[in-house]
Each structure stands twice: as C-alpha cells, then as structure tokens.
C-alpha cells in the first residue's frame, strides 16, 4: 500500500512532540511491512535544519511557483511546505498513494481538497479542539476516521455521529525503555495546558525533592508574569531542553508528573514511562486515565496543590506502595491494545476499509493524474 500522510503542523526534528513521535513510528512500522510511506508536513525556517531547508526551498525544487522541499533524513520521504494544504495535490502527483491519511492539523481544509480531487483518504482525529482544524469539522464528519482513544471517539460521536476505529497512539517499548536511577519527579512538555502551575506549587511545596522540567518553558504566562524566572529560582528544578530520545529523560525518574489541565485525547508520556515501571501521578482529564490506565494515581485537576504534594510523596516514601505500582506500571505498558502488531493491524484494516469504500463511492480519483 502506498500511503501519504498529511500532517499540518511542525514535523520531525522541528517538533518531537507527541503526535510527531507517534506518526513517526507508524511510519516506520508500516516501511517494515512493505508499505511505502510518505509524510507531508508544516515547515518553519528556525534552527539549523529549518535554514537548510528553507535554502534547499529557494535554490530547489519549484512546483508551478511553490516551492516545497524534499528530505529523507528519517528514513522515508518527508515533504515539507510553508503551505501543505496548497502544494497536498502536488505532492499527491508526486508520490501517487493509495491512500491520504490526514494525521494532524487543519483536517477540514485538507479533507475539502482531497475529496472534491477523488483522492482517497482516512482521518485521524487526537484531540478535541474543534477551533484547531481550520474549519466546519462537520462538512466532513462523513468521511472514515480513526480516533487515538474511547475519549476522542465518543466527543466525535456524540458531537457528530461520528463512528471512529480507536487505536491508541505508537509507542516502541525499545525507543523508551529504560533502567532508571529513579532520582528525580519528571514533568514533560512543562506548559501552562500541561499543568505547569500545580507542577511548579508541588515543586515549591516539596524543596526536599529533585525535579526536572523536560522541554522548554514559556518566558511568562498570558498575564505577563515570568515563568522561567521563576524556575529558575527553584534549586530544585533542573530544566532539561527537548529530548529526540526520551530515555535521557525517563532514566533519571521515579515517578511522572501529568498534572494536565486541558482534555488531553490520550497522554502518550504515561506510557512511555510506564515502559520502565515508572509510575505516573496524572489528572483524570480527558484520555489521561486511559494512557495511565492502572499504573498511576489520578486526581482531579483542579485538586489543590495539597492533595498533589501527598500523592507524590506517598509515592516517593512507601517504598511498599511505590513498588506495587512499578508494576502495576509495568503491566499497564503490556497491554495487548498497546501492543504494536494490534495497533498496525488496526491501522492497516482502517486503511483498506477506506480505500474498499471509496472506490465504491467514487472510482475514479482525478487527482492522482496530475503532474508536479
């Protein structure tokens, strides 16, 4: 199966987030069972590989008077535009797929253009943030799509009528699994949505314990007061940049710190902690108590900074109860709907499906004649 994905926003190595890592290795995963697979993405001049590219964009490839660079540095083709939406039947034209799996971003947009181009396609939704797909999501709410937990699938079903496929998100034991000094608490992604204030007043709270902050943090909140100064001030916060490899992060913790305050669609950092037996002290918001699944402890998110202090350290001191839940961990990261030949199987079935029905809708896909 030859298969284009489409994600909008920042790609590898401009964003290791978690919709990049796990799209990444989807990637991966399906090159190792024949597929071809190409990924389409955002694009942003910064750092040094955003300047080579954007030179590669000026002096490069013209298509029709878009420039759009080409890379294989992960090891597939990897299209990056300043526009994707405008330049998605070009590099449609170019890589010929099966298939166009809209994986993040603007969806609506990207959804319009391939379906009035007969090209067909699978959407992928992970998260509930209506106002971040560029559209109306239910002029396209028709179309086949694949949901990243039971909470993402039943916000489009009861908001649309939506019925999703849900495969949880890719995480390779082998990529994350560590053996752990179990030193620090470690907080991922340490943005204000991500909890970032209850992590700092636990941080206050608890100067007796190391933290470390991996990813960058924001210079000041929306009110304008300093954040990193703040940090910075803490003796006991060490701030660690981003990780292309998480286990520099995770073979230092003891336990993971997901105190989120937005409805996350699933929480892929639980289980990439969970991988090492590192349990995870998370907010039961949104997907979060699915990734966490038996292998941490759950509070309300807007439970006081109090109530987080004494989970963690229960965590931290009982030595009984913190290695009952190592492997109340370890067992969550072993669940079979974790496991990656159930989530490639999964994939590939949505895949096909798709492809089955839209060539009984609409057999002729017009888009795939052009030229680049």
């Known amino acids: 199966m030859k298969i284009l994905f489409v994600n909008t926003h920042y790609y590898m190595p401009q964003s290791f987030g978690g919709l990049s890592r796990t799209l990444h290795q989807l990637c991966l995963s399906l090159k190792d069972r024949g597929h071809q697979v190409a990924v389409l993405s955002g694009f942003h001049r910064a750092g040094t590989f955003g300047l080579s590219r954007s030179l590669a964009m000026k002096f490069g490839m013209m298509t029709h008077g878009t420039k759009i660079a080409r890379d294989l540095k992960l090891g597939y083709p990897v299209w990056r535009s300043w526009q994707p939406v405008d330049d998605l039947l070009r590099v449609c034209a170019r890589e010929q797929p099966d298939i166009l799996v809209i994986k993040g971003g603007q969806i609506v947009p990207v959804a319009r253009v391939a379906r009035d181009a007969g090209v067909p396609l699978l959407m992928h939704v992970h998260d509930v943030e209506l106002n971040f797909h560029g559209g109306d999501f239910g002029e396209v709410a028709d179309l086949p799509c694949v949901a990243n937990s039971q909470f993402t699938a039943s916000f489009y079903e009861t908001r649309f009528g939506i019925s999703s496929t849900v495969v949880y998100p890719f995480v390779s034991p082998e990529k994350y699994r560590v053996e752990s000094t179990r030193e620090t608490v470690t907080f991922v992604n340490p943005y204000l949505h991500k909890g970032l204030r209850v992590a700092l007043g636990v941080a206050q709270a608890c100067p007796d314990l190391p933290f470390t902050f991996v990813g960058k943090v924001p210079a000041t909140d929306p009110d304008g007061q300093p954040l990193a100064e703040l940090i910075e001030k803490l003796p006991n916060v060490t701030v660690m940049p981003p990780q292309s490899d998480m286990r520099a992060a995770y073979g230092q913790a003891r336990i993971l710190l997901a105190p989120s305050q937005w409805e996350e669609a699933f929480g892929r950092v639980a289980v990439e902690a969970e991988i090492s037996g590192i349990p995870v002290l998370g907010s039961a918001q949104g997907g979060l108590p699915e990734a966490i699944g038996d292998g941490g402890i759950l509070l309300d998110a807007s439970a006081p900074v109090d109530a987080w202090v004494r989970a963690l350290r229960r965590l931290w001191e009982d030595k009984d109860f913190y290695a009952e839940m190592?492997?109340?961990?370890?067992?969550?990261?072993?669940?079979?709907?974790?496991?990656?030949?159930?989530?490639?199987?999964?994939?590939?079935?949505?895949?096909?499906?798709?492809i089955a029905r839209w060539t009984s809708e609409c057999p002729l896909p017009a888009a795939m004649n052009g030229t680049a």
């Open 326 to 354: 190592r492997d109340r961990a370890l067992a969550a990261a072993a669940r079979p709907e974790l496991k990656l030949d159930h989530q490639l199987a999964a994939h590939e079935a949505a895949m096909a499906d798709a």
